[in-house]
């Protein structure tokens, strides 16, 4: 095992079922990227003894990246600041120059500073601020081996303050060590899926070595498909082995494959319609606004997306999406043909060059022996040429529908890669 | 302070970015629903002497209740047995009985049980196996003050087993305590409440007294409002206490109280129109299809929800939706008169009674000093009367979009609280 990180996350809400930790998920994939492990991850009440213990506690473990979070605001429940000045031993020490970017951030809201605020520019003594991003500053502090980082508990000041300082801060470290010591850092590659299950991708990566140790294979399953995960040392040797086995991965998935950059699925759709110059309407039934939801999930959508109809009841697909009467009542609202149907109505109606339109069996209810829960059919216009694909989702109502949005999503990345020449 | 709780989750997921603590967020409310605080909740990395180490250091800290989670499969990995074994100094004993219902679990799905199940019969002398709800038994031991639960990491495995099995327990425990001493138990009630911040919620209910121990007021903040926390301990006279402070809440708050049972805005929509036999459209401008994927997140929403139009670009506003070009032009996509041309252009289209739309300025760019980021018109006709609510909503773009659905959810509600008699 190489380096260890510790995690000390304050405040009630996380014990009382009110908030969901997202600050830990988001610091243990960041730290893992960097070759650092987290080996614990306490959450625990706003409590000036118990406080200052746990952080006393992680310090005789010797992490080298102790992070706390949350406790840096101006009520009497924060406690950070006191915590760690006391575990450490240093006492708190104003910093005017902090107090003018509290009140400048107040400023720029158009709000005056309280009084209350004023504790927040105290810190101990050897550290260093980190300026707000909302309003409460963070700080870090280096005792012994251990990097020591006090940061907000919202999760998006977090998050600003992780990547512009605290990470360049460990980059740099490492960097330094690496001349000192023999490197721990680990080197990660995510390769993004669409469309096939964990096991089958097991086994087309069946003679693979999943174990060796330059190159660990391991894979994730998530809504929007399964990542391979690559980890590897950080060494120039170990990297052209991982690059190897990064490329007979992608070799064998083909087109399967979506991203590798961490770009999602509604951005790449979107980054090829716009490099192609072309337009998308969406008609909706089983995913009810769902896709048009993805697709407006992108800043700036609005270059490519023109909007969509949502077909829940049979008369809208008829009378709004020329959907044939007909058609539906032989073959159902779930089956290829009316698929396809909404899919070129949605088009003519708004007058865009693609189009995707999703009709299925949510759930819980209304699944048949035909038809059962988890039946979707994925309908596609690019350039006046229709595409129905039909697929069967596993999972309850809410995982059917995102996922049969996301499969909507690749398939129009899959027409697009294929049959629209690069922009 | 009463009772409190702690929590040990092993599994290097949770400390890898990889899952996110679902468990904790739901033990931590079941706990407290029955008024017990949990004090600290642990994630580590499996690893037996580690495992050993924490699981002595609660115990001495004497909760009433030590909930482990994960760590019971039948892998090297799987540690939790061994390591409460070697913490209560009692060895690990096979139970027969426990065996044969692993096997009948495989059986039951068609699977032959593998060798290695056979060490998740092994539970620590003295210690009560739970009945697998997956394949992993959990189990329970009383050590002095504490109540140690072990279940799996699996949510539905561990959620079922709590409800089931470690509930129960607690709840006569705490009767049989209750006639020993006086009882901790606190009763719980959640108002939610729409359009008024946390704020602004304190100015409205500032003549009450949130510090009265027999019922304080606490308020949480969500993207679908606020919700005031009333709580107290359980006894008779307690509990008149918490009504009348409940009467005095709801009567101050009006109508921006949706729900004291937990039923989410799109459920309460959904049954009043049912009941008053409607159905509802949408036409979506900055919410893109979400708000009709909350009004069809709701099973059996087919009944009144019959679809709706994005109109994410201005030409689906004017050419579908019939948007009168020159109010366009003249007023602004975002404006009062579109949000309510397009309402009542979408029940027109679809032949609904009633219509929400919304048009807004999502972020994070298109904002302006007349038009900043978070303005948004909710637009709504119920039985031909059209009504345009103005909202400022903080926040950036997902936390706007979100909070205008709900806004517009909203809006329905109190209007058909209003104007249509109870079916």
Redesign the interface.
Known sequence: MGDSAEMIFSGD??????????N?????????DLGI?????????DDLE?MVAVVRDSLARRPVVLVLSGGLGPTEDDLTREAVAEALGRPLEHHDELLEQIRARFASRGFVMGDSNRKQALIPRGSSAIPPTGTAPGFYVQHDRTLLVALPGVA?ELRQMWEETVEPLLKVRRARQAIESVSNAQVVRRIRTFGIGESALAEILADLDWHDPEATIGT?AHLDGVTVILRGPASTEAKRKLDSVQQQVLAALGDRVYGDNGEELPEIAGRLLRAAGLTVA?A?SC???????????V????DY?????????D??KT??LDVPADVLAEKGAVSEEVAAAMAEGVTR???TDCALSTTGVA???GGTEAKPVGLVYIGSVVKGVTLVEQIRLPGQ??QV?ERAAYAALDLLRRRLRREVPAG
Not at 16 to 22: Q, S
Not at 299 to 302: E, Q
Request: aromatic letters at 8%; hydrophobic letters at 35%.
């Open positions: 809400e996380l014990l009382r079922g009110d908030t969901t930790n997202t830990q998920l988001y610091l243990g994939e960041r730290l893992l492990f987290t080996t614990r991850a306490l959450s625990v009440t118990t998006w994730r969406v909706e995913t009810g606004g769902l896709l048009g939801k993805k697709f407006t999930d800043a700036g959508s609005s997306f023109l909007g969509g109809v949502t077909a829940y009841d008369r809208v009378q709004v109606l708004l007058g759930g819980p209810a109502r809410d529908r």
